[in-house]
């Protein structure tokens, strides 16, 4: 059998491609990218260095990928929407670097003519995950097995979404935000903020992820600050728009600004508003 490790390596720059994988000449393929047995690389595809590429995985479409991602087996990555709106616009998935993409995971590409799906750097998404058309995700983002993400959701860096759980079309995670094992995710979970439940609820502040997080060492890091700004806008017995409006009013540092910032584009009207608080 013909190697074609040898026969496509003037093409990409180096790249080592198993005997068994299939590579479209019109791909672009960098040095150190690795593509394993069985994997099927589409014609407008473009892989950053040291990407490794495992077995039986398909990357198509428009799809740009970064450097020094891990894509273990039976990923697929830039397929058509599952969206009944997809009329075959030549969409795209971009995705940053040090990206780990566990065994069976599915990012879709984007549904209308211009529009991406965005994954960034640094996150981990395990096993059998999938990344609906429209996604954005931040940085260093720990998404557990089988979560399952529906179109246009949005997720800011630093959130850990616990397994078995899906997440509905629209809806907004924020910074730092942690999310229980098979919560229902049907409202925007705030920044810095405990979500877990069926229905999901408002538990709290993520307090051992802040703590994790190192922003207990930065000098504008104001913890009970940030405690007193989210019992103003949660526990009171205004609606949250009235509450928000006080707490703006007052002293705020970062990290509170940043809660109340999602919060004010929550409660747009065309955005489904954020989880309610667990009534204790």
């Not at 068994?20 to 069985?38: K, W």
């Not at 990012?107 to 003519?113: L, S």
């Not at 997720?155 to 850990?160: L, W």
């Amino acid at each position: 059998m013909e190697n074609k490790t040898t026969k496509f390596e003037p093409s990409f720059n180096g790249a080592k491609v198993h005997s068994t994988a299939f590579v479209d000449r019109s791909a672009e393929l960098h040095d150190g990218v690795i593509i394993s047995q069985g994997a099927i690389i589409g014609p407008d595809v473009i892989i950053g260095k040291g990407t490794e590429i495992g077995p039986n995985a398909v990357i198509s479409g428009r799809t740009k990928i970064g450097i020094n991602n891990k894509v273990f087996p039976s990923v697929f990555i830039g397929l058509d929407p599952q969206d009944l709106k997809y009329k075959g616009a030549p969409t795209e998935v971009i995705i940053g670097n040090n990206n780990t993409f566990r065994e069976c995971v599915t990012i879709n590409k984007a549904t209308d003519e211009g529009e991406k799906t965005i994954i960034g750097n640094n996150n981990l998404l395990m096993a059998y995950t999938h990344i609906g058309h429209n996604c954005e995700l931040g940085n260093k983002i720990v998404l557990s097995n089988s979560v399952q993400v529906a179109g246009h959701v949005k997720i800011d860096d630093k959130a850990i979404i616990g397994g078995c759980l899906g997440i509905h079309q629209f809806v907004n995670i924020g910074y730092l935000a942690m999310i229980g094992g098979m919560t229902r995710v049907d409202r925007d979970v705030p920044p810095f903020c405990l979500a877990e439940g069926h229905p999901g609820r408002l538990r709290g502040l993520n307090r051992i992820g802040i703590k994790r997080s190192g922003l207990m060492d930065n000098k504008d890091f104001d913890l009970k600050l940030l405690q007193n700004t989210w019992n103003l806008l949660f526990k009171s017995n205004d609606a949250i728009s009235n509450s928000l409006e006080k707490v703006m009013k007052g002293e705020l540092d970062l990290s509170s600004s940043r809660l109340c910032s999602f919060l004010k584009e929550s409660i747009t009207k065309e955005r489904r508003g954020p989880m309610p608080v667990v009534n204790l």
